[in-house]
C-alpha cells in the first residue's frame, strides 16, 4: 500500500496557527505533550548504519502504540527535495545507458516529476511562510511509501522521510527537519520512555524550545 495525497492541508492548522517560532515547530513540533526526545540518525560510517527513511519508519512503528488510530496518520513532506521534481534539463546518470543517449540525443533528458501536478501544484501545509510541506496520510505501517513515479521503468525514486508526522488523534508528533541531523518526538511520557528504552536508537531526552546544538548538517 502507499499513502494518499490529502489536498486538506487545513488537518495541520491545530499546530501551524500557534504562534510558536517556525524553526520551533519545524525542529521539534508543537508545545503541550507530556515528554520530549530528540533520535539522531545513524552516522553514515557506523556499522550499523540505517538510513534516515529506515530510522523514521522504526521511530514511527514504536509511536503507532501509543495512538488510538494508528490507521490514520498525517506525514507531510517538505516541498523542498530535489527528488520531487525534474531538476530542469538534467542528465540521468542513473541509467547505464546514458552515454549512448548523449550521443544520439544532445539535449539532456526530463526526468519525470515524482508525483502528478495535481499534488505538486496542490494546496500545501504553510508553516509560517518559511516551511511548505505536501500533505500525505495513511497508516502508520505505511511510513515512507509514498508512491512517487520512478526515474524510468526499472530506476526507483527513493524520497527522503517526512518532516513532519502526527496522528489524527494528535496522540504525538514526529518532527524531522531538513536542516537537522536527528528528529523529535513528542507524547505521553510512556511512549517517551519507551523511546528512550530502545538500545537500538540513539535518543535522550529533550526540552521544548531547547533544540541540540551540535547539528551537523550542511543547512539548506
Known sequence: MTLRHDPDVASADWFVRSEADWRTLATQGPAGFEAYATVRYDDG????????TALMALVVELAAGY????????FGLWDGWGELTDQGRAYSVVRSNWLRDLWFRPTPPR???AFSEE????????????????????????????????????VERPLPPASLTWP???????????????????????L???VLA???????????????????????
Open 111 to 113: 526526468n519525470r516529476p
Open 168 to 190: 489524527a488523534d494528535h496522540a504525538w508528533f514526529i518532527a524531522a527537519d531538513v536542516d537537522t541531523s536527528w528528529l523529535c518526538v513528542g507524547g505521553t511520557q510512556q
Open 45 to 52: 560510517e557506523s556499522e550499523q548504519y540505517r538510513s534516515d
Open 67 to 74: 495512538t488510538r488510530t494508528p490507521d490514520d496518520v498525517f
Open 119 to 154: 499534488v505538486t501544484e496542490g494546496p500545501r501545509v504553510d508553516l509560517h511562510g518559511e516551511r511548505s510541506y505536501l500533505l500525505f496520510r495513511g497508516p502508520a505501517a505505511d511510513v515512507g511509501q509514498w508512491g512517487a513515479q520512478p526515474y524510468a521503468t526499472d
Open 198 to 220: 530502545r538500545p537500538d536508537l540513539d535518543a535522550e531526552p529533550a526540552t521544548h524550545g531547547a533544540a541540540p546544538a551540535d547539528d551537523d548538517r550542511e543547512a539548506r
Open 192 to 194: 517517551i520512555d519507551a
